[in-house]
């Protein structure tokens, strides 16, 4: 079983829509949960960043954790067209950064 | 300027071949990491290295080596390149600031082998 599970998708939605991209988890020590976007032929950088359990909010862009369950999610209000990239939650504990898969979107006009 | 930088941003090469993709950065950062990313796979780490002097293999380093020249400067060499060593690398650096990891990623490697 892989530390990290995320839904490889393609997810494709109309502009406007609410977008929820979700990650499991198996090792109960991660402490940093974080998204990464990667748009087409760039490198991943940095959305957010949570190590709580709860919700943090950030403009269009919310990020969930739910420890007890070992479940995040990021959840984009009012979806552009700008938002198509391939998400990526990542979590950390010490020196280890753990990556999924990523979860492809697309936000057609 | 970008704080990463990769070179080559595109190469094609044969099988048994030996290439070089470099890394260098401008954020002051002791830690570097070199990743490959495929299609359903993710990002897999290659090797990484804390420091200067710190070299670590990462879950991936069959076939592969490193060199860190440099605080800033982190190679990644493919000895004799084969077709499924086709992919795209990363070279990334981190810094940690109250126990959190942040990484920065460079603009990637699209590698292809004969």
């Known amino acids: 079983q892989k530390e990290v599970e995320q839904d490889p998708g393609p997810l494709s939605v109309p502009e406007g829509a609410i977008v929820s991209l979700n990650c499991t988890y198996s090792n109960s020590a991660f402490q940093y949960f974080m998204w990464y976007r990667q748009y087409s032929r760039k490198g991943p950088e940095l959305l957010m960043y949570?190590?709580?359990?709860g919700n943090k909010e950030d403009g269009r862009f919310t990020a969930q954790v739910d420890k007890s369950s070992k479940y995040i999610s990021l959840f984009i209000r009012d979806s552009q067209p700008s938002d198509s990239a391939t998400y990526l939650c990542a979590m950390s504990v010490t020196d280890k950064l753990i990556f999924g898969t990523g979860t492809r979107l697309q936000v057609f006009p | 300027d970008a704080d990463v930088t990769q070179t080559p941003r595109n190469r094609i090469t044969k099988t048994g071949k030996r290439i070089m993709l470099e890394c260098s950065q401008t954020?002051?950062?002791?830690?570097m990491y070199w990743y490959r990313q495929d299609p359903g796979l993710g990002l897999r780490l290659i090797y990484y290295?804390?420091?200067?002097?710190?070299?670590n293999k990462g879950e991936i380093s069959d076939g592969y080596s490193v060199s860190r020249q440099a605080q800033a400067k982190f190679s990644l060499s493919l000895e004799s390149a084969i077709p499924n060593q086709t992919a795209l690398y990363f070279c990334a650096t981190s810094e940690v600031r109250g126990g959190r990891e942040t990484q920065y990623f460079g603009p990637g490697t699209r590698l292809l082998v004969l």
């Open positions: 949570t190590y709580s359990s």
């Open positions: 954020k002051g950062h002791d830690r």
């Open positions: 290295s804390f420091d200067v002097k710190d070299i």
